[in-house]
């Protein structure tokens, strides 16, 4: 991270990334773009690590202390204390990681509470647990506005996404931790739309639980690792029902017992992907010269003159994110009827943005890599298509898999 007072040179930044000329992506808060400096850090690990060390990287390359060394350099993006990050698995896994390791720190509470803008993986995870424990817990589900008044010494665990990966909404997490906390709540925040993104301080909120994704906001590339984030005031009291090998404290002595590892280490599963590792090694490097609190304030301006210019040209297209900066992420979505067929026009016009079902149009404001210029660009290609309905094409409406 870039040290307190200095300067985040975005148009710098933003010549660390490749990026398809012609074209304005504004999807990286689905998947982020590749930085130029990944493919030489991946040849690096085939042509003079994997090549040449073949097994004795784990220890001359140090591939098996990739989970906590990343895991450390995430932790200063989102705020959090050293060793007490580490990567590694899928967001999916880390999620059921973390709510099977904090029921175990409830009493006689059975309530899970969560909302209706909870990404619905989080939601099955949640739903195999309790399955899994012959229906033991109780799945409560509200309203995001609910939450706070949902909140009581009847509820043993807290799990929310901190930014709606629908509308961009975002929940207020310094508040809803501290009255969960008063509480005698657990918390699991879900960040996947948040690292990367917004200037988080996981130590000052004292959450128990965070999990993430790299390949959003972080630039990892597809399929590259999730991470767990564990309050290191209790990660030593954790007892995972996940017990990886690497997990073990001692996994080299091949013990039949699980014995957990020292701090966040008891929270590795299995072994690292050191191929995407390095992606995200690489990847992280970036973030060495950005001050979180500038790239928030950007992502804000961007958001505005986005919101801003399509309101003005595009009246038809209704706000889905809150209209308050400070009440959303780094995302702008709209309500539109024909969201698919025009999501596909406009990217066929070059701006990339996404759908989500029912009636969703999302476009990620990503300042590492997009300018004003980007922007206005991106409002005259988007109007164009809104108001002369190029989108009313049989092309268009032909639903692909991934929308």
Request: aromatic letters at 8%; a neutral charge; charged letters at 25%.
């Amino acid at each position: 991270m870039a040290t307190k007072g200095q300067m985040t040179n975005f148009e710098e930044t933003k010549k660390q990334f490749i990026l398809p000329k012609g074209l304005i992506y504004l999807d990286g808060n689905s998947l982020g773009p590749m930085p130029k400096n990944v493919p030489s850090e991946i040849n690096t690990l085939l042509h003079e690590e994997w090549s040449n060390l073949l097994i004795n990287g784990w220890n001359d390359a140090e591939w098996m202390f990739q989970p906590e060394n990343l895991g450390n350099k995430i932790s200063r993006i989102i705020g959090a204390e050293d060793n007490s990050v580490v990567v590694g698995e899928t967001l999916s896994v880390r999620v059921f990681q973390a709510l099977s390791s904090a029921i175990k720190d409830v009493g006689k509470r059975k309530i899970i509470l969560t909302d209706s803008g909870n990404f619905p993986s989080d939601l099955y995870m949640a739903q195999g647990l309790v399955h899994l424990l012959n229906d033991q817990f109780e799945i409560r589900i509200c309203e995001p506005e609910e939450v706070l008044d949902s909140l009581s010494d009847e509820i043993a665990v807290l799990m929310l996404t901190d930014v709606d990966y629908r509308t961009g909404r975002r929940h207020d997490i310094s508040l809803i931790s501290k009255i969960a906390k008063d509480n005698g709540i657990v918390t699991i925040w879900d960040l996947a739309h948040s690292a990367g993104a917004l200037n988080l301080n996981l130590k000052e909120w004292d959450i128990d639980y965070a999990v993430g994704c790299t390949y959003k906001y972080l630039n990892a590339g597809p399929g590259s690792p999730a991470f767990i984030y564990v309050n290191p005031k209790k990660i030593n009291e954790v007892k995972p029902s996940l017990m990886g090998w690497l997990g073990h404290q001692k996994p080299f002595e091949f013990l039949h017992k699980y014995v957990p590892g020292k701090g966040i280490n008891r929270m590795k599963i299995g072994t690292p992907p050191v191929l995407a590792n390095a992606a995200l090694a690489a990847s992280l490097k970036i973030w060495d010269t950005v001050n979180m609190s500038e790239l928030r304030s950007k992502s804000i301006d961007l958001s505005e003159r986005l919101i801003s210019g399509l309101k003005k040209n595009c009246p038809n297209l209704k706000l889905a994110s809150p209209i308050n900066a400070e009440d959303r992420g780094s995302q702008v979505s709209f309500y539109f009827e024909h969201g698919y067929p025009a999501m596909q026009a406009i990217i066929e016009k070059g701006v990339i943005g996404d759908f989500r079902s029912p009636n969703i149009m999302r476009f990620g404001i990503t300042p590492l890599y997009i300018s004003k210029e980007d922007i206005d660009l991106a409002i005259e290609i988007i109007s164009n298509v809104i108001q002369n309905s190029l989108w009313d094409r049989p092309k268009y409406k032909k639903q692909k898999f991934v929308t």
